[in-house]
């Protein structure tokens, strides 16, 4: 059975470079930590307050994701990449223009944010759609391009914004970012799955989200994800802070761990996700929350040296980063490729959920080791759910009874032995 369109005119290896591009240039908002101060600085703002814009945009980065697929499928998926692309770059240009906090947060933070979750969810799933034998690579590819265009766009904006001032930095970031994610989505075609293809001789089934939602994976899923998120989110914001309060270093080398984070979060989404194709989806992410929960229970109760305080965050980071590549597979091996964008969009409010919580743990609780022991304790509950639970199908391999696959088994012999009399 064809399953996917796979037409000799279209060549996969442009639609792998298209969505790298896109990937790059949606990866670029997590920059936002340069322009925080330089807005406080030119605009007397509180920095909490500022630095509030980047939690708005996560969440309305989640957000989007839920409403990706229906647009995909009215509008086609270049035209909704492309549309996405011009809005980002219009937020972030209207962002160099803005002189109050309210409307910040309406064009840097809603507007970029659903901008880019669109364009995030659409372009990552229609990707793994393409190569349905290399789902893992294929999401670590895309998703590692998100990184890596954050990772460059910390030094292009940090020197804009040295060289220009931040409101003109809005305004190129903008032009390069549209300019980035249009150009992209002229290389990209979209994939069509009409059956996800059968497993291990077992035909997954494809579930609308309806249908995903009546099954217990769909939320084991979730809270295995929003722990994942939680815990890497939280350490982003929070790594400086985390360096010089509890391992005593200085401001500037504490600083140094904010870029390894970077580094190490891409290299968790380059090695991850194609391991996974290989060993196994959930033992890759078994033993990312291993290593998620001896690295915040290194960070609660052990007397923090600079190498291991270093070794604890890079753990974190590679984990986080290979957490949330590996898991739009996991989702299609579950519930199918057809609907993966939709179904993905709905496991991933546990992004949006997990930027939100972690803040509001540390607020109640009152500081970063009672939050880092709520992590881990979520990390050993999800370590154990990973552990043990199966795909909807896989308890059923076929949908036969005992006489009818026995009589298949019969049609077989009949097949391979043309001697054989039969009916």
Known sequence: MKTVTDSPKVNRLWIVIGTIIVQMGLGTIYTWSLFNQPLVNKFGWELGSTAMTFSITSFALAFATLFSGKLQDKFGIRKLIAASGILLGIGLMLSSQVSSLGLLYLVAGVVVGYADGTAYMTSLSNLIKWFPKHKGLMSGVSVGAYGTGSLIFKYINGAMIESRGVSQAFLIWGIIVLTMIVLGSLLIREAVVTATPASAGVQIKDYTVKEMLKTKQAYLLFVIFFTACMSGLYLIGIVKDIGVQLAGLDVATAANAVAMIAIFNTAGRLILGPLSDKVGRLRVVSGALLVTFAAVMVLSFATLTYPLFFASVAAIAFCFGGNITVFPAIVSDFFGLKNQGKNYGVIYQGFGLGALSASFIAA????????????????????????????PGAAVKSQTSP????ANKEDRKLRLNPQTKGI
């Not at 609780?365 to 795909?391: D, N, R, W, Y």
């Not at 006489?403 to 026995?406: A, I, L, M, V």
Request: proline residues 3%.
């Open 364 to 391: 109640l609780l009152g500081g970063f080791k009672p939050t880092f022991l709520v992590i881990g304790a979520l990390c050993a509950v999800s370590l154990l759910i990973a552990l043990t639970i199966k795909s």
């Open 403 to 406: 006489s009818q696959e026995g």
